[in-house]
């Protein structure tokens, strides 16, 4: 699926038209990406949770010379699936 996909489905889902979807979707990345780049994790009940990482320096080698090169530490987004989709991706229904 892509975004304009992903549009279409909020637009027919939500009753709105495919210009509004696309600003709300817009605006909820924006909202995502703007508390990751201050740190914070980002909690939808029921779908997951978005939330930085950091990955220690590390060093890797050059795959055409073999030179051992020097990777710098960096942060790195990262997305934990909740139970509720966790559930409805293995077909686990609700009681």
Same mark, same amino acid.
């Given at each position: ?17 495919? &210009?509004?979807? @696309? $600003? ?9 990406? !703007? /508390?990751? %780049? ?18 220690? &320096?590390?060093? @890797? $080698? ?9 990777? !710098? /530490?960096? %942060? ?20």
């Amino acid at each position: 699926m892509n975004k304009a996909e992903l549009i279409e489905i909020i637009a027919s889902e939500a009753d709105l038209s495919k &210009a509004a979807a @696309g $600003r709300a979707l817009d605006a909820a990345v924006a909202g995502i990406t !703007k /508390a990751l %780049k201050k740190g914070d994790s980002v909690s939808l009940i029921g779908f997951g949770t978005f939330a930085v990482g950091k990955r220690a &320096a590390r060093n @890797g $080698r050059n795959p055409q010379t073999g030179d051992t090169i020097k990777i !710098k /530490a960096a %942060k790195v987004p990262k997305f934990r699936p909740g139970k509720g989709l966790k559930d409805t991706i293995n077909g686990v229904k609700k009681k």
